[in-house]
């Protein structure tokens, strides 16, 4: 069949180049303006076009979402952990293809998805392994992303690797990827029974957040300003409490 194989190519092709990650791990900036716009053009997001395109064709939904499973697990089946030096790039990109689709059609696939196992098999481990600002970061939003999928507990560790994420000494790049995983926690939790988990972890978001706000410019300054619209939403009781 030559879906299967096209959605394994496509995601071959979003990996990181080593052009990209010189030019977006010294610049935060450039890092959203070229890997998170509409407006950008890179081989990396017409690849990942093409396959967010495949999967909105309803006669091609569940073939396709059943070949993005199966690819990411062939992918990091081949190349686990610290097997070479650049495994985290296929890594991340399988991050990027979980979060982007996976997740998004997972409520409605009758194909499912293991989440849990998936965060704590693979995700966690990626996280703590340090190898890189842009997989890190990509780890931390995939997390936040996840969220409403897995267990209060991992829950927990995800909201932790977050804040740690927003701290002033972290690259910015893992900082504003924390950033937006903060306004998914809020987006995924906020309706669900975990609300109570993510309402301790709130004045700690507002506090690094506004901490960034002040030193950020252009896009990232747009994308944290977003965050904390969404933040002050969840718990206006303690939104106004920290006004004070």
């Keep these: 069949p030559i879906l299967p194989d096209l959605v394994h190519h496509l995601i071959t092709l979003m990996q990181i180049t080593a052009e990209q990650v010189s030019r977006w791990e010294p610049d935060p900036n450039m890092y959203l303006d070229e890997d998170d716009s509409e407006y950008s053009f890179s081989v990396r997001l017409l690849a990942y076009d093409l396959l967010t395109q495949l999967l ?76 890189s600002p842009i997989l890190t970061g990509r780890c931390i939003w995939l997390a936040g992303k996840i969220s409403s999928h897995i267990g209060p507990q991992t829950i927990q560790s995800c909201l932790e690797s977050t804040l740690s994420g927003l701290q002033i000494t972290q690259h910015m790049i893992i900082r504003i990827m924390s950033a937006k995983a903060v306004y998914y926690f809020c987006t995924q939790l906020k309706e669900e029974n975990h609300r109570s988990v993510l309402s301790h972890f709130l004045p700690y978001f ?18 944290v300003l977003d965050c904390l619209q969404q933040l002050f939403q969840v718990d206006y009781s303690i939104t106004a409490s920290h006004s004070e």
Excluded at 208 to 216: E, G, K, P, Q, Y
């Design 56 to 131: 909105e064709d309803r006669t091609l939904n569940i073939i396709v979402y059943q070949a993005i499973c199966s690819a990411i697990d062939k992918h990091l089946t081949r190349n686990p952990r610290d097997v070479h030096t650049q495994w985290w790039k296929i890594h991340e990109a399988c991050f990027l293809v979980v979060g982007g689709t996976i997740i998004d059609n997972n409520k409605t696939n009758p194909v499912s998805f293991g989440s849990q196992v998936f965060v704590e098999n693979v995700l966690l481990p990626d996280l703590s392994a340090s190898v």
């Design 206 to 223: 507002i506090s690094h957040l506004c901490d960034m706000a002040s030193d950020s410019h252009d896009v990232m300054l747009f994308t």
